[in-house]
Structures are given as structure tokens and as C-alpha cells.
């Protein structure tokens, strides 16, 4: 498809993505789609680039603002086709220069576009008018030497690239920056270009900062294995609520003291029994997890604690249970409020004398076992039934640890979603642009009745919906996302450039677009109109009269007129 385009844009190119602008004044945020945004002046942003050139050099510096831009342009890219699924290609492209006059980064003019995105073919030429960086330039840095737009540069790179399948790369021919009259840039694929190679160096990482961030990878992982040799090893958390556990853990796991996990379903009972084995002096033995409610409860006994040939019809031949299993280790019963009453019983023994028979034996086998449980029910309430054992909950209950919801430690959540992320996209060989900061937002209000263990089935859903290069939406992480209350009011872009003001979670409308849609005519909306106006002045018509801008009599005609009076 060849195309060519007025370099002028009206109000209504932009009307689609003016709608995306929302701001939540009273939570302190902004939105574009499903993104965060910021807004900073550009003095702020003149410094920081200054103190950047100056400590690290114009080259480097030039980078590091490329990448900055590049990362920009491939969400952009992402929500281009989003927002314009039904239109042409062409139309859809524009977004990138469009949401780049929209943010005040630089108004594009496109002189010459020819694309087509079945074939890869692209060659384009835009003018930069009053580019950021440009004015960073003027007013802080002075003329450069190159072209300065670079961050500018960066995005349409990657907007580009991404948009259609192939590295397509731009080239700032000329630059303000550096004294000449306009701004203008040239775009074609990468093979196009002669310096393909050496140009697209500035969107990888610099070999200095690269060294330095190997060092400080290497530094974490000697760090991490040092903790591990040690037994701090207790999953994934930071907060104040999961630290005060792990201290708790970090206290019994050095004894022999049994340890009673107490927590709501996927709140990671295993991994902190783990933890528990690791930190102890047992870590070179077994460690054995046993749920005991997947056990049907005529096996319970022979799979805890072994079965001679012959004990009952089935059992062809002689075993060991797991608690011969875990000798010299740890055994980890998880939903120990499950166990029949004779395996209690049995269990009891095992605590008190580290003894026990295997069914259908009377030989009595010594076995040295630390015993971590872990239930999701109140074992108090279970003894006060006649379900469990007092004697044995007692044992149970030497050392006990309430391990806390997900709801109650959501700065966690971050750094479990990163960790779910790597795993799954590692797993179905995949690579996403991470949660957007909306599908962020929404984990972060959500009450997670399933613990770590729905965040982990939750982020496996997004990975599995989500194509390449794709932030995560909502949509792909529920099915149905959760309703999460936004209250208060919310401040909107209207397609003239206005702030309009209306509830969160309404739609940004106009109000011709509104009266259009409920199909009103005008005899309805004048006379709402005129109603609102007498409710307004207390009836008194002279004063309404002046409100619509009317004379008296005039008003009191129309007033006749609808039956009002």
C-alpha cells in the first residue's frame, strides 16, 4: 500500500485517543489506557539529560535516551492496532505520530509515507516540529554536534519495528539541534542502511553498564547462595508481615521443635516447610510432602507409615511409608486435620517415642524424623468436634507460625508476579511486556481469595493470551476481571482538548454524544433545559431568562409552551 498524507491533523484524528487520557485526581494518578502516565516540566527533564551527557558521555548518553524512546514506541505499537482494529493500515500507523503530538513530545508533520505490511516494505519521511529535545538543547546543552533527538529517534524505531514485523530504522537527517532549519527524519528497513549494524548498537545495552550490572549479578547470586548454605531460603517476599514469619521459622528451624503451619489455602505452606528443612541441620536429608487429603483414608496408614505382605487384600508385597522415607529428615503433612483416627493415634507415637509399625507387622522400627504440619482449618475447633486428637494437637501445636494472605502482603506482589512471568514465559518459550500498569493496579485491589496460588494460575492465563511483545491486559488475566470500586470523581481529555470532568468508570463523552445516543428530541431537551433553569432560580423566570440568555418574554412563551406552567 503507497499512501501520502496532509501534514495537517484535526481534533478528530485525535478523538479516539484523547478518550484514553484519565485523570484520577484524588488517587494521584493518570492514566493512558491501560498505562500509567506522568507529568513532569521540562526543566526537570533538561537537567537529567544534562547530568546524564555530562556523566557519561555524549554517546553513551545517546543511548540511554534511544532505549528510553524505544521502550515507549513498543507499547505505543501494542496499542495502536487496540484502538483502530477496523481501519487501514495507514490510519492505524498514524497513532504513533499522533499519541507523540498528543503527549507534547513533538508535533510529527508526515511528508511522505509508502508501506505495506504484508510485505515489509516501508519508506517514510516525517518533520519534527518543536521537538523537547530540541528546546533541552536551546535552553541547557547549547548547538550539538549531531543530530539531538533521541529519545524521539528511539520511539520511531520501535514503533515502526514493531508495527510492521521487521526493524525498520529512522535516521534524523537533520536537526535544529544542531543548526539546522528543520527537523526531518528518514525511515527504511534495516538493510537499507549502510551503518544498520553499528546504529542499532544504541538499543543494546552499554558494555560498561552491562559489565557493571554482571557484577552486581554476580554479587546477588553469591549473596543468594550464601543464604542458601545458611537456610535463608524462604520464597518470594519483602514485606514486613512475610519477614516477621521468616524470622519466626529462622528461630525453630535450627531445633528439633515440631512446627504447625497455619494459613488460608495457597498462602505457600510447602515452600515455608521447605524452608524450614533447608535452615536446619537435617537440609542434607530427605525432605517429603505428603498431602493427606489426596490420600484415601483406608491407604492413609499404609503410606505414612509403611505395610507388611499380606496385611490386607491388595498388598503383594512389603513397603516402607513415607516416615521411613524421610529417616534423617523432614516430613511435611500438609491438611493433617484430614488424618483418620488410628492414623492420629499412630502419629502421636511417632512424636512422643520416634517409633512406629508398619500395618500388619508388630516389629517396631526407630526412625528420626522432624514432623512440620500444616493445616487451613482451625485444629482447635476440629478438637472441639471430636475430629482431631487434644493429645496430638498439643504436640502439633509447640511451635506454631500463621503464615499471612496475599491481601495482606501486596507489596509482594510485584516481585511474585515478576517471578510467575519468568517462569511461564521461559515455559511456553514467550516474551511479554509484563503486566500493564492497569492489570498491575487491578492485582494490586483484588482480595485474592486464592492466595499465591490463583496469582500463579492467574499469570499463566495472561502468558498463554498474550502474543510477543504484548503488555498483559485485564482481559487476559480474567476472564471476568473483578469489579473494584472507583470511587470519586474522574478528570477526562474531550476531543477539543478540553478537561471534562465526570464518575470514575464512565465513559468520556460528550454530551451532544450523549443526547444523540438516548435518541432525546428537541422538544425533550429544551424543555429539560428550561426545567433546570426555573429549578435553578427558584421560579422566578426573569432570572432564568438571563441564565439561557433569553428575554422574559421569550422564556415564558417556551414555558407555555411545554406545559411547565
Known amino acids: 500500500m503507497s499512501a501520502s498524507y496532509k501534514p495537517h491533523l484535526s481534533h478528530s484524528d485525535f478523538k479516539d485517543l484523547t478518550k484514553q487520557i484519565q485523570f484520577h485526581s484524588t488517587e494521584g494518578k493518570i492514566w493512558f489506557g491501560e498505562q500509567r502516565a506522568l507529568m ?222 497455619l494459613g488460608e489455602t495457597g498462602v505457600g505452606k510447602e515452600v515455608i516447610a521447605r524452608s524450614v528443612h533447608l535452615r536446619s541441620e537435617r537440609s542434607d536429608g530427605p525432605f517429603i510432602a505428603v498431602n493427606c487429603a489426596a490420600i484415601p483414608p483406608d491407604l492413609i496408614e499404609a503410606e505414612l507409615f509403611g505395610v507388611e505382605k499380606g496385611a490386607y487384600t491388595g498388598a503383594t508385597q512389603s513397603r516402607e511409608g513415607r516416615f521411613e522415607r524421610a529417616d534423617g529428615g523432614t516430613i511435611f503433612l500438609d491438611e493433617v486435620v484430614e488424618l483418620t483416627p488410628r492414623a492420629q493415634a499412630t502419629l502421636l507415637r511417632v512424636l512422643q517415642e520416634s517409633e512406629l509399625e508398619r500395618v500388619g507387622d508388630n516389629r517396631v522400627r526407630k526412625v528420626n524424623v522432624r514432623v512440620i504440619a500444616a493445616t487451613n482449618e482451625s485444629l482447635e475447633q476440629a478438637v472441639a468436634e471430636g475430629r482431631f486428637r487434644a493429645d496430638l494437637f498439643y504436640r502439633l501445636n509447640v511451635f506454631p507460625v500463621k503464615i499471612p494472605p496475599l491481601r495482606e502482603r501486596l507489596e509482594d506482589l510485584p516481585l511474585l508476579v515478576r517471578h510467575f512471568l519468568d517462569k511461564f514465559q521461559a515455559e511456553y518459550e514467550k516474551h511479554t511486556l509484563g503486566l500493564s500498569d492497569k492489570a498491575l493496579e487491578l492485582c494490586l485491589n483484588y482480595r485474592w481469595p486464592g492466595n499465591i496460588r490463583e496469582l500463579e494460575n492467574v499469570i499463566e492465563r495472561g502468558v498463554i493470551l498474550t502474543d510477543n511483545n504484548e ?95
Not at 504513533?96 to 515489509?120: A, F, R, W, Y
Not at 470532568?501 to 429539560?528: C, F, H, N, Y
Open 40 to 261: 513532569m516540566n521540562l526543566t526537570s527533564l533538561a537537567a537529567f539529560r544534562r547530568e546524564i551527557v555530562n556523566s557519561m558521555g555524549v554517546q553513551r548518553a545517546k543511548g540511554f535516551f534511544m532505549r528510553l524512546g524505544y521502550q515507549s514506541g513498543l507499547r505505543d505499537a501494542e496499542l495502536a492496532r487496540k484502538l483502530r482494529p477496523n481501519c487501514s493500515d495507514l490510519d492505524i500507523f498514524l497513532v504513533g505520530p499522533q499519541l507523540h503530538s498528543l503527549k507534547g513530545m513533538v508535533k510529527v508533520v508526515p511528508i511522505e509515507i509508502d508501506m505495506d505490511v504484508e510485505t515489509g516494505e516501508f519508506y517514510g519521511i516525517f518533520e519534527w516540529v518543536d521537538s523537547w529535545e530540541v528546546e533541552i538543547c536551546q535552553t541547557e546543552l547549547g548547538t550539538m554536534e549531531e543530530p539531538a533527538c533521541w529519545a524521539l529517534l528511539g520511539y520511531a524505531c520501535a514503533y515502526t519495528s514493531s508495527f510492521m514485523g521487521r526493524e525498520i530504522i529512522f535516521h534524523e537527517v537533520s536537526c535544529r539541534g544542531c543548526g539546522d532549519e528543520k527537523c526531518i527524519i528518514e525511515g527504511k528497513p534495516a538493510e537499507a542502511w549502510e551503518d544498520a549494524e553499528e546504529f542499532s548498537r544504541h538499543f543494546k545495552t552499554d558494555p560498561i553498564i552491562e559489565e557493571l550490572y554482571n557484577l552486581q549479578t554476580q554479587l546477588t547470586s553469591l549473596r543468594s547462595s550464601l543464604e542458601n548454605q545458611q537456610g535463608q531460603y524462604y520464597g518470594i517476599g519483602q514485606s514486613k508481615s512475610y519477614n516477621k514469619v521468616c524470622k519466626m521459622i529462622d528461630k525453630a528451624a535450627q531445633g528439633k521443635v515440631s512446627v504447625l503451619l
Open 471 to 565: 503488555s498483559i491486559s485485564q482481559e487476559a488475566l480474567f476472564m471476568t476481571p473483578p469489579v473494584i470500586s472507583e470511587g470519586g470523581l474522574v478528570d477526562r481529555v474531550d476531543a477539543t482538548g478540553n478537561v471534562t470532568t465526570g464518575q470514575a468508570g464512565q465513559s468520556a463523552r460528550s454530551w451532544p454524544d450523549e443526547i444523540l445516543s438516548k435518541g432525546l428530541s428537541m422538544e425533550e431537551v429544551e424543555k429539560t433545559l428550561i426545567q433546570k433553569a426555573m429549578d435553578e432560580a427558584d421560579q422566578n423566570i426573569a432570572r432564568a431568562a438571563r441564565m439561557l440568555g433569553m428575554t422574559r418574554p421569550a422564556l415564558s412563551y417556551r414555558l407555555k409552551k411545554a406545559g411547565i406552567i
